[in-house]
């Protein structure tokens, strides 16, 4: 198997600014956790108040939803707090949950990133399509289809195989233990809110978020990392994509400092918050010029759409 190549942190930093660049912070960790969840709660207390503002409000749970995602691939790392332990359950319980499932997979695209045996390899694949096809990846998200495949296909195919007779309760049953932590938040959510006439805030500010904004900015950010970065790139300053973000976008696509992939690909063990800095002191010493590197998030979409569309 062919192990993507790596950096030596010593090649860009010395020991000491290496040394403030890696330190972890439980402070920090726990900082963005509360950060994450009150922007929701100030987004949901928003559109409460004022009922026409469900919209942003959608777009703002949808890209904190996307942030809690974040913070638990941090902890995946061992770098969103200093203390293992501290780490390891606040990125199971606090973030988006799945840790320990999701990090030997994710440890993996790391080990052979843009490899034959990168397990993300298929999502950057078929990069550049056209922009036709583009928009109805766009569409499907917005529409609450793609969400719709990936959180319940599973459950539809079983019922859909089963033998004649054969009961659904099992295959409902494993699906409720599947997603327990979903049905039980939605079931806290509503009995909080449902006495004062908010029943609608589970459905409308978290499923709705989670089933639309939250699956095209998800998308977005795949195609900003990864797509029309060549397979079996053998530059390890090229295995992932830097982008620029600007205030919105931070805001409702990139938080977090998402958007820093190339660094996060080259030094895997910085915290989050290192990232921006990082970037400046390689900026300092003109190694992003050799790095993938763009100005903004429509000019990588417009690269992954430039595929002809057929005649």
Not at 8 to 36: C, E, M, N, Y
Not at 84 to 113: C, F, S
Not at 127 to 152: A, E, H, M, N, V
Not at 217 to 228: F, K, M, P, Y
Request: glycine share 6%; hydrophobic share 50%; proline share 7%.
């Amino acid at each position: 198997m062919a192990v993507a190549a790596r950096v030596d942190p010593k090649t860009f930093f010395p020991p000491d600014q290496w040394a403030r660049l890696t330190a972890r912070s439980d402070l920090k960790g726990l900082a963005l956790i509360v950060h994450a969840w009150g922007v929701i709660g100030l987004a949901v207390a928003m559109a409460m108040l004022w009922p026409i503002t469900i919209p942003i409000a959608v777009m703002i749970i949808g890209g904190r939803q996307l942030g809690l995602a974040i913070l638990m691939h941090d902890a995946a790392h061992g770098a969103l707090c200093r203390n293992l332990k501290l780490n390891d359950w606040v990125g199971e319980h606090l973030t988006a949950g799945g840790l320990h499932k999701y990090r030997p997979y994710h440890l993996q695209h790391h080990k052979y990133a843009q490899q034959a045996e990168d397990p993300d390899l298929v999502l950057s694949a078929p990069f550049p399509i056209t922009r036709l096809s583009l928009r109805r990846k766009i569409l499907r998200d917005l529409t609450g289809q793609t969400w719709l495949k990936l959180r319940w296909g599973q459950v539809a195919a079983e019922l859909k195989a089963r033998k004649a007779g054969e009961p659904v309760w099992p295959i409902l049953a494993r699906e409720l233990k599947r997603k327990r932590r979903f049905f039980i938040g939605g079931l806290v959510t509503t009995a909080v809110f449902a006495p004062f006439g908010y029943w609608w805030v589970w459905p409308v500010l978290w499923v709705l978020p989670a089933a639309t904004w939250l699956q095209m900015i998800t998308r977005l950010r795949n195609i900003a990392e990864h797509a029309c970065v060549a397979k079996d790139e053998p530059d390890p300053l090229r295995h992932a994509r830097t982008t620029r973000a600007n205030l919105i976008e931070r805001a409702v696509l990139a938080p977090y400092w998402v958007n820093y992939h190339c660094e996060h690909h080259m030094f895997m063990h910085l915290p989050c918050y290192s990232l921006p800095k990082a970037h400046r002191l390689l900026k300092a010493q003109g190694v992003t010029e050799r790095m993938e590197v763009q100005p903004g998030y429509l000019r990588v979409l417009a690269m992954a759409s430039a595929k002809p569309a057929a005649a």
